[in-house]
């Protein structure tokens, strides 16, 4: 992210491009205000209030001209979500109208905003820590009702508070430990059995519950990759529709008919999945086949998980085996299709063809047993473990977890260094690791370049 002056003031459109009932222009900065009062005119003329809407229009200083009917919102600092001076101009969400306010705004002194420089301000103003700023992200990235309760609750501080008691315990135990590099003779009386378990109950464990809420959803946050994948005329694309509820794929009884990959996404029990409906594998036929299969085979290594479809109306065949092995699936997950032609002695061939896999049964285009597949599915994505700690009413995301890793090592080797006895300086440098670690995550040791990668993420305008 270019670096600008701190007391430049920015602006950018924060809604969505398109049209619609609202757009809305933001403006941060000490001369928010300022410019606000050039280019509004208020219905009833008068000084703007903080956090009140004040109906008016929005003109162009150079000539008067009327530009939109709006509301304005001015938010006085530090009350506001950069703790600065903040102007909202909402106006009709058209490209046009809101791209000409805009242009109004910046003609007038300020700038455009950077991706996130909003929400780095209030995080650079001390308005909310590096972790609350991540959930924002979350908050805007969020593709299923968990992933909303998760972003939620890091806004709300979460994982901060959970951080800042751990951190409060650490410095009381390196309090104890400067003493005692202070007065060495004095060591072992003064870093005592107290300080050993205040380490193992306010901060190990804490931050293992911590580690292990971040393993676990890390799955609701990113979501997995699904592919289904066959030979062709299986029933790959009917139950690619059936799973997102819609007719997405083209179906037919021609073999061949999917040549590219299709995408889609649905929501299985809070975890977003990404799903690919693949081109029927099989010697080609054509060079466009050809190129569909080799980015099937390519969408396979990389899936997180695989939905090998076979044909329940025929006998079972070699070939779904020789599929299996061909492209290197440890155990995919079987799905037998067209189960109204099947009867059940043919099951059971199917189950004895396929042990010791057990195959779900399905008919995609009925729509019977399905959710037989989706639990199944979400059994294998989540190893059969809950995805929520009840203990623990937060999740860290990926970054954060890669530094709770390191600050749990240093306190398991500050552990150590106390039950084996090691002197008080060698134990303060792990002790210092493990502060620095959650000082990163919060954002009071984080480099420069990390906090620019972080909100260069967000969209313009938030």
């Not at 378990?197 to 990113?222: Q, T």
């Not at 029990?269 to 099989?282: H, K, M």
């Not at 059994?379 to 600050?407: H, K, M, S």
């Not at 084996?420 to 009071?444: H, K, M, N, R, S």
Request: proline letters at 4%; aromatic letters at 4%; one cysteine or more.
């Amino acid at each position: 992210m270019p670096r600008y002056g701190e007391d430049d003031t920015i602006a950018a459109i924060a809604t969505p491009p398109g049209a619609g009932g609202i757009g809305i222009i933001r403006v941060s900065g000490r001369e928010a205000r300022r410019i606000a009062a050039e280019i509004f005119r208020p219905a009833k003329p008068g000084q703007l209030e903080s956090h009140r809407l004040t109906y008016g229009h929005i003109v162009d200083p150079a000539d008067g001209r009327v530009i939109d009917e709006v509301m304005l919102c001015y938010m006085r600092a530090p009350n506001s979500y950069t703790r600065e001076d903040v102007v909202e101009i909402q106006a009709h969400a058209g490209s046009v109208v809101l791209q000409t306010i805009l242009s109004l705004v910046t003609g007038l002194g300020a700038r455009l905003a950077e991706p996130g420089e909003f929400t780095k301000r209030a995080f650079l103003n001390g308005r909310i820590d590096l972790t609350r700023a991540e959930a924002v992200l979350d908050l805007l990235n969020a593709r299923t009702r968990n992933g909303l309760d998760i972003a939620v609750s890091n806004l709300q501080g979460g994982v901060s508070r959970r951080l800042h008691a751990i951190r409060d315990a650490l410095i009381s135990i390196r309090a104890a430990i400067e003493v005692a590099i202070d007065f060495p003779e004095d060591e072992e009386e003064i870093i005592g059995r107290d300080h050993a378990a205040s380490l193992g109950e306010e901060v190990i464990k804490p931050l293992e519950r911590l580690v292990a809420a971040a393993r676990r959803g890390s799955i609701v946050r990113d979501g997995v990759e699904l592919v289904i994948c066959g030979r062709p005329n299986v029933g790959k694309s009917s139950l690619l529709n059936a799973l997102v509820g819609r007719e997405r794929a083209i179906v037919t009884s021609v073999a061949g008919t999917t040549r590219d990959l299709i995408e889609e996404s649905f929501d299985l029990n809070g975890v977003p999945v990404r799903i690919t409906d693949t081109a029927g594998i099989r010697e080609h036929r054509d060079p466009v086949e050809e190129i569909g299969i080799r980015m099937a085979r390519e969408r396979l290594r990389q899936a997180d998980q695989v939905v090998l479809v076979v044909d329940g109306s025929q006998e079972p065949d070699r070939a779904d085996l020789d599929f299996i092995a061909e492209n290197g699936l440890d155990d995919p997950l079987i799905a037998v299709n067209k189960l109204d032609r099947m009867d059940g002695r043919k099951q059971e061939r199917f189950r004895g063809f396929f042990s010791p896999r057990i195959p779900v049964f399905i008919s995609a285009r009925e729509g019977t047993r399905l959710e037989e597949l989706t639990d199944a599915l979400y059994r294998r994505i989540t190893g059969g473990r809950e995805l929520w700690d009840p203990g623990c009413d937060c999740v860290p995301n990926l970054r954060q977890l890669a530094a709770l890793e390191r600050g749990l090592d240093a306190a398991r080797r500050v552990d150590a260094g106390f039950a084996q006895g090691a002197p008080a300086d060698l134990v303060a440098v792990d002790l210092q690791e493990a502060l620095d670690a959650i000082g990163e995550i919060t954002g009071e040791t984080t480099a420069e370049d990390i906090l620019d990668r972080i909100f260069s993420e967000f969209c313009i305008g938030k």
